[in-house]
């Protein structure tokens, strides 16, 4: 495309004038134009156009030595293609001909597109006019040293616009991502979706530990406490600023409600004030992309395991975005059932760490335990007959004084759940011809369960997809790869928006 910028003349009003009333709701007059181009010493008015055709138009006045852009339109049709930053370039160039060194604009608070944009030739936020644009609908103000606002020569290929919505650019969007699902208090942020400038969680599980199982209430409070020195601490290893970033993303389901609410009221409360868009994460979704932060070359089709303290299902991925769950526990989670046999041994929670470190010196087949619908034909999961198994035994062992070794315990109830899980599993990967499974959540920190999913899919040519420990267990780093791909597709939460406990994968 060959765009040509040249001064706005007399001669271009009407065209000019016809894409201001398509663009703008408050549009200016012919008038106005008119005025504006007699005000020459003081402005810069430019079209662009292709064989003639007007493409766009933009103005900036100079006062002092402070720039402001008044108006940036580019015909509907013809946005993202890099003609609102031809016109930025020379509007810059003009302000600084007229003696400017600091170049500012008002935009939509709403405007995201319009205010990535800006961002993305150097702008940053300034300040806010409230009610600027009418009751409720607010400007933020955006500034720049002159000399440090531009496009590279028109390079991007996105283009965008005072007044309307376009879409943002991809590739190096810089995310802060905030979870608080359950009991950890965790911040991160991202860049372009892989790349991981900070990871910080703030665990509260010394705090549940003593009652064996998360307490919702303290839970919330324990966050309400750490959040805002989490996300201070997220930025300040990333070496970054809220002006920096480009979206806050944020886990709104599924968890603990009085938890996932602090989260969100928060990342709302910051979205809010710097005007930056809000993307809403689900929990489990991000466990799944938990797996493409250490792989990134992993994508679907293929089968997730998600097996945490609160959840066990198997999901088929045929592509991101889309879950059909193939089966669930009907019961006990499978991270729950390792923290109950874990409580009733007087082991501390949470229990899977315990028990897997017992387990490696255990014999697996020491004890017979049920292997719950490992032959029900289908991808369901129950886990709490197993721990009454494992409970019972011990009752049983108790009374009868026998000495129970619990490293074989442990071995042998580990063994039960992984067996199932990896059974079901290799079979729903083989079913639907998929040829990558990810296991995710805590209960992936589990040696024993990676080794014989492993192996077991090694034999039949599936790969397996494991996080490394960090992105197992609750991690904002997940939400944050999750929150990208959201951001991306333009998906957002609205300031009305809630946390949902029971939030749906599908
Ligand atoms: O994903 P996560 O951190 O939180 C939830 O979303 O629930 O998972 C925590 C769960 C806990 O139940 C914990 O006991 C379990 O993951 N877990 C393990 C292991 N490490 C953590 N379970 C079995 N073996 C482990 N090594
Ligand atoms: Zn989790």
Redesign the pocket.
């Known amino acids: 495309m060959t765009v040509d910028v040249r001064e706005m003349d007399y001669a271009d009003l009407d065209g000019v004038v016809a894409l201001e009333e398509v663009t703008f709701s408050e549009a200016w007059s012919r008038r106005t134009f008119a005025d504006e181009l007699a005000r020459a010493r003081t402005r810069g008015w430019y079209v662009a156009e292709e064989d003639g055709a007007l493409l766009g138009y933009g103005g900036v006045m100079v006062i002092d030595d402070e720039a402001h852009i008044m108006n940036i339109a580019v015909r509907g049709d013809r946005r993202r293609e890099g003609v609102a930053s031809a016109l930025l370039d020379v509007l810059a160039g003009r302000a600084r001909e007229l003696g400017a060194d600091r170049l500012t604009l008002e935009v939509r608070a709403e405007n995201e597109a319009a205010i990535q944009f800006y961002r993305s030739v150097g702008m940053q936020l300034a300040g806010e006019r409230r009610s600027y644009y009418g009751p409720g609908a607010h400007a933020l103000i955006m500034g720049a040293a002159i000399d440090d606002v531009g496009t590279g020569g028109g390079v991007p290929a996105e283009s965008s616009h005072v007044a309307e919505a376009q879409e943002s650019r991809s590739g190096a969007e810089l995310i802060l991502a905030i979870e608080t ?4 208090t965790a911040a991160a942020v991202m860049r372009g979706g892989t790349e991981l400038l900070s990871n910080v969680v703030a665990s509260q599980v010394d705090f549940h530990a003593r009652f064996g199982g ?1 307490v919702p209430e303290i839970a919330s409070r324990k966050h309400t406490e750490a959040i805002v020195g989490v996300v201070d601490e997220a930025l300040a290893r990333a070496n970054v600023t809220f002006a920096d970033l480009d979206a806050i993303a944020v886990t709104y389901g599924p ?1 603990l409600i009085g938890a996932l609410v602090v989260g969100v009221a928060y990342a709302k409360g910051l979205s809010f004030s710097t005007g930056l868009p809000l993307v809403g994460d689900n ?1 489990l979704e991000g ?1 799944i992309f938990a797996a493409a932060l250490a792989e990134p070359d992993i994508a679907p089709p293929l089968v997730a395991l998600v ?5 066990t299902s198997l999901v088929h991925v045929p592509e991101w975005g889309v879950y059909h769950t193939l089966g669930q526990t009907l019961d006990d ?7 109950k046999v ?1 409580k009733v041994l007087g082991l501390g ?5 315990v ?3 017992l387990a490696e010196e255990g014999d697996p087949t020491a004890i017979d335990f049920p292997r719950a619908m490992m032959h029900s034909g289908d991808y369901r999961f129950s886990l709490s007959g197993l721990k009454t198994a494992v409970i019972n035994h011990i009752r049983n062992e108790r009374e009868a004084g026998r000495e129970m070794s619990l490293p074989d315990l442990a071995a042998s109830f ?1 063994a039960a ?1 992984v067996d199932v899980q990896v059974a079901k599993t290799v079979r729903a990967a083989v079913e639907l011809g998929v040829g990558t499974v990810c296991l ?10 990676r080794e014989g999913l492993r192996t077991a899919l090694a034999e039949r040519g599936i790969r397996l997809s494991v996080p490394p420990f960090a992105f ?4 904002a780093a997940m939400i944050a790869a999750a929150g990208t791909w959201r951001f991306r597709r333009g998906d957002r939460l609205g300031p009305a928006a809630e946390a949902v406990a029971d939030l749906s994968l599908a």
């Open positions: 699902s359950c009991d950890e998360v968890g929990h466990h097996v945490s303290g609160g959840h989670a499978a991270g729950e059932a390792f923290d874990a929670y949470p229990g899977g760490p028990i897997s470190k580990q759940v995710a959540g805590g209960v992936a920190a589990n040696p024993s369960l197992c267990t609750d991690n």
